[in-house]
């Protein structure tokens, strides 16, 4: 369950706003990441840790 509902979603600058194939990210979570698919932004989202999500973008550069 969700403390707080994430409202300040953010997406990569390399994201292009054409085809909406992106994920979106909001840290206003508590002490977790929230992470959506942008064409489905009522859809599920998927919670990390920050840690965790710091090691996921670091394994994605």
């Not at 979106?24 to 698919?37: K, L, Q």
Request: proline share 7%; glycine share 14%.
């Amino acid at each position: 369950m969700w403390a707080q509902v994430p409202t300040d979603w953010r997406k990569s600058s390399y994201s292009g706003d054409d085809d909406g194939n992106c994920v979106e990210v909001s840290p206003e979570c508590g002490a977790g990441v929230a992470i959506r698919d942008s064409k489905r932004p009522g859809g599920p989202r998927l919670r990390v840790g920050v840690r965790a999500f710091g090691v996921f973008v670091d394994a994605q550069r």
